[in-house]
T-cell receptor, first 114, second 115 residues
């Protein structure tokens, strides 16, 4: 079983819809939770990160972490065609020998159609 | 400011051939990483270098070697390519502090096919 599970989709939504992307994980040591966005044939870029539990909002994007359920989410409000990309969740424990060793989900392919 | 650059962009190899993928960053980052991305597998860490002069294995190091040439450059070598190494390879870099190691900056990738 993978440490991080993410539904690969693909997910197709109309412009303006609210999008919910999710990951589950099994390693309770994970403390930092990230969402990376990857456009077609490009490298991933960091979209948002959250430390431990809670919510974080940045414009149309909201990241949620529920450590009790080992579940993280990314919500996109008022989705736009420019949001069409693959979204990868990533996680890392705090401290120890985990330095820099991100564990990624499989990625969810999102298409927002006009 | 180019960020992270990778060469080549595309490469086709025959089984058993060798090649080196080059990566350079101009952000004065201490840490650099090599990942591979396969369909349905996400990104998997091959090797990383926390700082100049150090390298360490990641999740899938078999069949690869790395060299941290200096602070800017980190190369990945395939000594004897195999079809299972067909993948897209990404180099990334991050700041030196453990707190910032999650914020990794990725290059555009190298698409490698081994026949």
């Amino acid at each position: 079983q993978k440490e991080v599970e993410q539904d690969p989709g693909p997910l197709s939504v109309p412009e303006g819809a609210i999008v919910s992307l999710n990951c589950t994980y099994s390693n309770s040591a994970f403390q930092y939770f990230m969402w990376y966005r990857q456009y077609s044939r490009k490298g991933p870029e960091l979209l948002m990160y959250t430390y431990s539990s809670g919510n974080k909002e940045d414009g149309r994007f909201t990241a949620q972490v529920d450590k009790s359920s080992k579940y993280i989410s990314l919500f996109i409000r008022d989705s736009q065609p420019s949001d069409s990309a693959t979204y990868l969740c990533a996680m890392i424990p705090a401290g120890g020998t985990s330095y820099g060793k991100l564990t990624f989900g499989q990625g969810t392919i999102l298409t927002v159609h006009p | 400011n180019a960020g992270v650059t990778q060469t080549p962009k595309f490469q086709v190899l025959k089984t058993g051939q060798s090649m080196t993928l080059q990566c350079a960053q101009d952000m004065n980052h201490n840490s650099m990483y090599w990942y591979r991305q396969d369909p349905g597998m996400g990104l998997r860490l091959i090797y990383y270098s926390a700082s100049e002069g150090t390298t360490d294995k990641g999740e899938v190091p078999n069949g690869y070697n790395v060299s941290r040439l200096n602070k800017r450059e980190f190369s990945l070598r395939l000594e004897s390519a195999a079809p299972s190494q067909t993948s897209v390879y990404f180099c990334a870099s991050s700041g030196w502090d453990r707190v910032y190691s999650y914020e990794q900056y990725f290059g555009p990738g190298t698409r490698l096919t081994v026949t």
